[in-house]
């Protein structure tokens, strides 16, 4: 145990730490450990070379480099980290399993990463009170699947959700398909226990579906980036599975028309589980990387989704289907397990297919009201045109969520500065026809140049003055969330 | 209009306003009334005997005073009498129609009494994106009706729904019978429009379904109870009417078998619209006030509406008939608009009907995890008779929100005291069974006693730090929501 104790603090020490602060700060952290577990030190604590570079990276184009990276197997352990934290002014940053896109998890300013993949438990699937209690690190799809068994759902199913964990998903209020029926993360979480900068523990809501004992905390908590606290447990809604799903594909020749259908869509009395869109790149870019069987010719086309009882599922899906004819689509009805498995494997596979155009990506997940999407997707088309550049389209077009892909190439320099520079006219566009500039991916690294965009100066200075409640110092996730010249 | 002005500051003068501190203030405030909007005045602000004596209460037991009452008619009077109580330390308490249960709205500290009723209009029914955006001096029913008219749906429907405003309905983080599927009043506020305590106005959401630019103001602001700001502008997301609706009513003859009812329903396939619940006494008190044709000799009760597709809202309505009947229950289902409208008059007339039982009510909202419903109407049982006291339950036994009545006689000193005694034995057995003392009416004065047995210092004092950020001298409807030692 000593040697292998001792072989790391010399690899930390010889190469691997930043000169200064973090060399110091690593070697105090070590000694912490070493006092207070020092069987388990190994595995808490590390600072080898392969691990400081994993630990630097999410799936933001950002990129980082931890001081050390500490892995804490309770709220004990998080508790004491951030309390050595507070005291010895070393930034933190609570991470998941990095598959956010904005950089929220990417440290900054030679902070350790505090990775909370080891509590990973599933502390508790309450049938009775219909309740799932997590730790943090649990991955979002062993949840569902954990449920599915005992014919319970959990509804955001962001599509990350076999690597994702819960914690990361309540720090980003994490969306997802199904969110058009069933609302995102923070719909679900009825109560979190939260490791506050200085090593307190603060506890808000529970197991009651209902609660209006003083401000809504928990609410406070989900999607603020690990910015205020540290998740170490979530108490989380859970529902009956529905009876029956009907899945179905539905092909346009034309952009506006799937547009039209989705505005039709969700105007009309059904909700449906999932409505998703993809344009002619995005289609292409999934068959060119995996053979799906999509139509590669169509302009647009709609995934979707009806969930509920039997008796009226497929009413509800023929009902939308008539929509969908009547806006000039082509609709198919996935026959088996086995096709509706493919559509999704398909809509999942577009993010990765995308780098099969070019090798660079600038990812945005705008929303407008739901029903402005025809007019944002013809602003997307002008922007891609004017710009002369390569924009694909697809996302949550039920909840006005699109995502937009600008394809580039970061060695093509007057290409690249083209494309960041339309990331603005894109926001402007997208507040123009009052939307957001994020609908689930968050602020992070990536945005915050953009948040004075869309948030008043009054509202910036609230919210830092809130960050300040919670973490007085500055040391939990710094320099996330807020303008650069703000923070 | 000159004289008109004159005769009321006259009246406030001679005998309505409290000595001091309240006259100064109500005189600076005419004239700056005065001088803001000469002709309007007489309806803006008043310091008549009557309206300063009916502005004093709400629906609870609580009473106060207010120096004056103040009816801004749009944002930018809101934002001018906030601006001007800042400079002039005047305390200011928001109001909607005042049928809060704790004493929210009721003014303390001499404060001025801003009342929303004037801002009353629905400002767009936004049928293409799903959203209404209204005043906060709207009446609930009144959108109901008119989203009704246009196949729109808003969910929540406190049992005031008539009389309260939607503004009040916010700041309560009201909820109401069709919670149990449909969640309260934060599950649909998308955005706000607030004037802070100095003046300033704070935009946060809009007409987006998603969105997570920063922390979530909006829902922080939802249920604060008017103590972090003014609402003048609400967006709230709405639904498509449901197709159909069935409406039973199940009688038992032990309250045991009907709380084992609730917890099968609720954990079943099917999620009801409504899952109430009323025991014996509340039975009897509602007959004795209005005969609505219950049935008096029932040991409970319960009231049972499953909404949704017609093609299976009878099939749903059936498989919770036959768990109702499995547990002993005997099930009738209404036959008509009529008596399902009969049998929610009852359900709505329990509160003014229990007064028949004793003349003073004491009014508890508890909730506990929706399946220790059973467990928590036995505890209630215990305490009524251990303190020989009359204690009649009903409420959203779907969400496991009881509200708890115990009937006695101020008067009655002895018994009064025994009554008050026991509402803290009632919320020592609630968060025994990991409950919380207030699932919808929130904690205002006639809770803040009792905050501290169930949030922990740590919660209190960032909740606190939290009214500062906001309300930092501390002006905006002071004296309420926090435990009295704690303020």
Redesign the interface.
Known sequence: MWQRWLSWLVTAFSENIHPGFCYNQTIMAFEFFKKKNEDNLPGKLSAGKEELFCYGFDASSSEGKPSAVVRPLNTQEVSDVAAYAFKNNVPIVPRGAGTGMTGGAVPLKDAVVLSLEGMNRIIDI??????AVVEPGVINFHLQERLEDV?LFYPPDPASMKFCTLGGNVA??A?GPR??KY??T??YVLGLETV?PDG?????G????????????T??L???EGT?GIITKIFLKV???P?ETVTMLCTYDSLDAAAQSV?RI??????PRALEFMDNESIRAVENYGSFGLPVDAEALLLIEVD?????VM??AEKIASVCTASGGEVSIAEDMFSKQRIWDARRAISPALYRIRPTKINEDI??????IPEMLKELREIAEKNNLIIANFG?AG???IHVNIMTDKNNEEEYRSATKSVRDIFEATLKL??????????GLT?KQY?GM???D???E??K???N??DPKGILNPGK?FPPDKY
Chains 1, 2 share one sequence.
């Open positions: 309450d049938e009775k009170n219909m309740v014919g980003e209020n969306g969110a058009v609302g995102v923070k719909d506050l307190r523990v603060l506890m808000t529970g197991r009651t579906y209902k609660g209006v004992v003083g401000y809504d905390l609410r406070l989900v999607g603020s205020l529902l009956p599975l009876e505005s969700t105007s009309s009395s059904v909700i509920g009882p039997r008796a009226s009413e509800e929303v407008v009201p739901r029903g402005r949550h909840d006005g969520n009052g939307g957001t500039i994020s609908g689930e991916h968050g602020i945005k948040v869309e948030l008043s009054v509202s910036i609230i919210m003055k809130i960050k409640v919670f969330m």
